[in-house]
Nanobody, 123 residues
Framework: QVQLVESGGGSVQAGGSLRLSCAAS?????IAWFRQAPGKEREGVAI????????RYADSVKGRFTISRDNAKNTVYLQMDSLKPEDTAMYYC???????????????????WGQGTQVTVSS
């Protein structure tokens, strides 16, 4: 059973920063961050390969968010800078053993999901 536990969400003013963490019970999978705001579709934010050398980002966060992983701590991070009110959402991390989870991101149906952490950005 793969477990993913997100943390680090909170409330911040526009222009501020937050760092989300995703603690994973397995670390050989691609791990992705998604977000979903009320009334909106789920959106892929970023994804990182198991080795950490390759990353991909949604255009809406490129240049502001950075995904990274610490293999010694089995944790993936999402550093969010220059936050905007439109970044307000529940943020989830997801993992899957298939490499299609990388090539088909963000449309792929990931097998494992965390419970989410709320990010609220006020103007």
């Amino acid at each position: 059973q793969v477990q993913l536990v997100e943390s680090g969400g909170g409330s911040v003013q526009a222009g501020g920063s937050l760092r989300l963490s995703c603690a994973a019970s397995v670390f050989t999978y691609c791990i992705a961050w998604f977000r979903q705001a009320p009334g909106k579709e789920r959106e892929g934010v970023a994804i990182i390969q198991p080795g950490g050398g390759s990353t991909r980002y949604a255009d809406s966060v490129k240049g502001r968010f950075t995904i990274s992983r610490d293999n010694a701590k089995n944790t993936v991070y999402l550093q969010m800078d220059s936050l905007k009110p439109e970044d307000t959402a529940m943020y989830y991390c997801a993992a899957d053993p298939s490499m299609h989870s990388w090539s088909s991101w963000p449309r792929y149906s990931y097998m494992y999901w965390g419970q989410g952490t709320q990010v609220t950005v006020s103007s």
